[in-house]
């Protein structure tokens, strides 16, 4: 067990900036608030490109998986911190709201129990890449043999 790990089993909840660690957090079922504070640059950029190229509400990975929203996302966050004190108020002040956040965590993460991650995403990078996870796995071919001493004294 990581740091993060141990860390997240000890909370009764997290502020978490989104990213692979909300995968962590939704694998130990705890209620979580997410955020990714962007800069004042993107800020305008996404005010005035954004909102036509991203074709989603839903940013952070639990979410993103379950296909809605489960846990709060403030992303891009432009603010202070008052919206991410109100989102973890509600989750201590609403016990079922924070139940129903960890039962619908367990619900995306029971997706991938008995998965191998590491070799199914392995095999789809080469499958993008245009070879065959079957042939990426078999051993090498046997090398040439050394040519003879009198293959070598032949004339080219």
């Known amino acids: 067990m990581d740091q993060t790990d141990a860390v997240i089993r000890w909370c009764d909840l997290a502020v978490v900036a989104s990213g692979t660690v909300t995968l962590q957090v939704a694998k130990q ?6 955020f990714y504070r962007l800069s004042q640059l993107y800020r305008v950029l996404h005010t005035l490109i954004g909102r036509w190229l991203i074709t ?8 993103l998986i379950a296909g809605k929203r489960i846990v709060t996302e403030l992303v891009p966050h432009f603010g202070d911190g008052h919206e991410l004190a109100v989102g973890v108020y509600r989750l201590l002040r609403q016990p079922g ?19 191998r991650a590491g070799i199914l995403s392995a095999d789809a990078i080469l499958e993008m ?17 050394p040519p003879t001493a009198a293959a070598a004294a032949q004339p080219a």
């Open 129 to 145: 890449l245009g070879v065959s996870p079957a042939a990426s796995a078999a051993p090498p071919s046997t090398p040439p043999s």
């Open 97 to 115: 709201l924070a139940e129903q956040q960890r039962q619908e965590l367990l619900a995306v993460t029971r997706k991938f129990q008995g998965r």
């Open 29 to 34: 079922a705890k209620p979580m608030v997410t």
């Open 56 to 63: 989603t509400d839903l940013f952070t990975l639990p979410n």
